[in-house]
């Protein structure tokens, strides 16, 4: 059985013989730290995404080689780099989901009157989201019940950022002037 020492003094002398020059040690290296990398990320997130990070953490550490001291372990320095790209991932991922969830104050300004009152609800809505265009009804859609950002849908749909932008503005004008009569 393989010790946690014994592993990081290997792991070690291979990222010091790739630091050295040596390609093949350095792609060993890599190959067995994306091993460690992989069980740790699918304790932690989504099996879909853990490809995406893991690739983030080798790149990190690719890019980093350079600031590792030799003469200190390396499994603290490689968990380091991991739990920092791990915590983007899931600072964009959070921040993705909150971008799809609806301010309630911002739900007021855009109700009419007294929004206890019943007035048709999903149905008034559906009915004045149905006609807009097809286009706009599409991006309303993947914005908001999809998740995705602007930009993301920008490029599902061919059009930049800032025209998806400006078509769900026109479409979120338009929505309100129909629920305002």
Known sequence: MVTHEDKNQHLTQLMQAGLAGDRAAYSHFLHEISH?????LRRRIAAADVDDVLQEILLS??????????????????????????????????????????????LQETLPG????????Y????????????RQQKILYLMHTEGYTAKE????????????????????????TRLGK
Do not use: C
Not at 36 to 40: L, S, Y
Not at 155 to 174: I, P, Q, T, W
């Open 36 to 40: 460690d990398m992989r069980r740790f």
């Open 61 to 106: 550490i690719h890019k980093a080689r350079h600031t590792y001291d030799g003469k200190r372990p390396i499994l603290p320095w490689v968990s380091a780099i991991a739990r920092f790209r791990l915590t983007d991932y899931l600072r964009r991922h959070y921040a993705k989901a909150a971008h799809g969830q609806v301010d309630i104050d911002e």
């Open 114 to 121: 007294d929004v206890t009152e019943s007035t048709g609800g």
């Open 123 to 134: 149905e008034y809505l559906n009915e004045a989201i149905e006609k807009l265009p097809q």
């Open 153 to 176: 849908v920008g490029h599902r749909l061919g059009m930049n950022e800032s025209a998806v932008k400006v078509a769900a503005h026109r479409a979120y004008k338009v929505i309100r």
